[in-house]
């Protein structure tokens, strides 16, 4: 990899930069959106507008941690999809203008492939062929790759997102968004096993959450109606609860799916493979059933550039590059 790209990563509410050269990260900068927070979620048109805001100067961080000039760049990685349209919209111009103005290659990234290639940024690595989980607010996967560009989805949810789970039921408890960490949080404190809730199952590898959300809300309505101050003295069990039923959903999933494949190089993805409660059990699963599992640092869990850029790496070394008439495609899968 004797080659230095800019990666650029505006799917969603973080607007991310990154420098990738022979193959290293030398810089991952991360502007987080903090407006939605009084919105109770992502506001689309803020989220675009505050990426325009952002964009130059992460970029320029991105440069200037790296040490290096635009002038050094090979190429301009950026993610197509998916995501929400306007603020992929923003990254994608910028992507363009950018590689334009130097007359170097574009390349174009499936935002959840990234992901998954993040795993390549840090040893240890897995090995082809494995399995990857790719778990965020937005999708639920299981997924078999079987080289850095080769992916088929094997599983995924038939409804809502298991990170849209985690943050429905934070909303329920009267958490402050992003509710997902928080639930986290408070599960660390409390009995997992305190309360039931239901684990659906569905045909295949597929998954459902949206049964599940609809269990806790009807078991705090009626919690609530006998106890009003049920949620808070019982914060901590109730957190640990939901994210005991949520955990083993996806887990449930990925053990068929290994014993379906044979394949035992298990990986995780996505923002909510930073739940300490699924890098937990997917280890103890790995312990007892012999699997070997690879954990991303928090770092390149969420939504980052340097994920971007790993892609656009593999991407550049076998010359699959974008034209200038490229568009961002919100619902690109892999």
Request: proline residues 5%; hydrophobic residues 45%.
């Amino acid at each position: 990899m004797n080659f230095t790209l800019l990666a650029i990563e505006s799917s969603c509410d973080e607007t991310a930069a990154a420098v990738i050269k022979n193959g290293k990260i030398l810089s991952n900068i991360i502007a987080t959106q903090s407006i939605h927070q009084k919105y109770g979620g992502i506001v689309p048109e803020l989220a675009s507008r505050a990426h325009q805001q952002n964009i130059v100067p992460a970029v320029a961080q991105a440069l200037l941690q790296a040490n290096i000039t635009k002038y050094m760049l090979n190429g301009v990685a950026f993610t197509k999809g998916p995501g929400l349209l306007g603020s992929l919209l923003v990254g994608v111009s910028f992507a363009k203008a950018f590689a334009l103005g130097l007359n170097v290659p574009l390349i174009e990234v499936n935002h959840m492939e990234a992901h998954i290639l993040a795993h390549f940024i840090d040893d240890p690595k897995p090995s082809f062929p494995f399995l990857c989980l790719t778990v965020s607010g937005g999708h639920t996967q299981i997924v078999l790759v079987t080289d850095y560009l080769e992916m088929k989805v094997i599983g995924q949810t038939q409804d809502d997102a298991v990170g849209e789970a985690f943050d429905k039921s934070a909303k329920l408890l009267g958490l402050p968004y992003p509710g997902g960490p928080l639930v986290d949080k408070y599960a660390q404190l409390g009995n997992p096993y305190a309360y039931a809730f239901p684990n659906v199952d569905t045909p295949a590898l597929n998954y459902s959450f949206s049964g599940i959300k609809t269990a806790i809300l009807y078991f705090l309505r009626d919690r609530t109606a006998r106890e009003p101050d049920f949620v808070e003295k019982n914060m901590n069990d109730i957190c640990a609860s939901i994210q005991e039923a949520l955990v083993e959903i996806l887990l449930k999933k990925l053990r068929k799916a290994v014993n379906e494949t044979g394949i035992k190089e298990v990986a995780i993805a996505g923002g909510v493979s930073a739940n300490s409660g699924l890098r937990k059990k997917l280890q103890e699963n790995a312990d007892k059933l012999g699997w070997n599992v690879y954990i991303p640092r928090f770092e390149y869990c969420t939504d980052n550039a340097a994920m971007i850029a790993m892609a656009g790496a593999f991407k550049y070394e076998r010359g699959i590059f974008a034209d200038q008439q490229v568009s961002p495609d919100p619902r690109m899968k892999i």
